[in-house]
């Protein structure tokens, strides 16, 4: 703008490098509360020094989201319909495009591969079931906008479940539990805690979630009337599994431990098979942190598992 009406205020660079850097964008409650927290922080440490400088408050609110849980860093209010990821209208109250808003936005890509994945597999293996050769296999559409570049699901092998995510694809996840599902129930609910130790033998399964309402927006769905056919597909958790061992995450990891997603080329995407997410070094990153009170839950979900199985309790007495 001239010099006669005055400058216009320089734009808060912060939300897009954490989407660019981390794959997440904290709501403006959230973020505005960090920092008010930080500054006075600074104030208590070194006398009122202010706001710090950008890349320092980067790894300062980076840290805060690492020891948060992702659904109070997120999500936001019907109506704060800046996602970030792609200018979109995340609100899915009409408004971005014609699947409801939030076509590009990183949690709602990754729900239309886990689904898209879903019905290869329920319509492979009921023509297996009924066909019985007898005409010919019908495979579902692709997901909506599904050209994998990042407008959409990503590309599509439906038939055999598989689905990939775009390759500019990038999502902060937070797991909520680690199963190292090589070992019997049991073992898992044993004293060994750990889990299998060698890398060479385990197989973690991982629940996850990235925070997001069921549709995989930040704002909250519209009420069921006016739900479109997408958004009635609510996916609320997500499953991942590993294909080759993240040295840094065990079945005894703290809950709420932050999983960066992140396509490595378009030729090595991200892969969904048959709704579960495949990762490796490759392609996705341990950031650390811990979430307190999952850690309660999971503890006493587990100690429930433990009496209901009966392990660790003294049968002769």
Known sequence: ????????????QLPARLAAEA????SPDWLDACRSHLAASLDNQEHGR???PAAEESDEVLHHILHSDLRDVVRRWEG???DGFGGDNESGNGGGNSNGGGGSHPGRVLR?????SLRGSSSNASSNHNNNGRGPVVTPPPPPGGSGNGSGGGSSNNASGVT?????FCLLLQAEECADVSRSAEGRLGGAAGGNNNNNKRLLKILGSDGYYGHGLATPPPPPPALNDEQQQQQHSIVLMETAPLPALSASSPAGIKLLLRSPTAAHPITVRHGIVQIHPGNCTVLGGHVAHLGTVQRRAREVAQRKAGVGIDATV
């Open 1 to 12: 703008r001239s010099q006669t009406h005055g400058a216009m205020p320089a734009p808060d």
């Open 23 to 26: 794959g997440i964008i904290p």
């Open 50 to 52: 202010g706001r710090p």
């Open 80 to 82: 704060d319909d800046e």
């Open 112 to 116: 239309r591969a886990i689904l898209a």
């Open 164 to 168: 990939a995510l775009p390759p500019n």
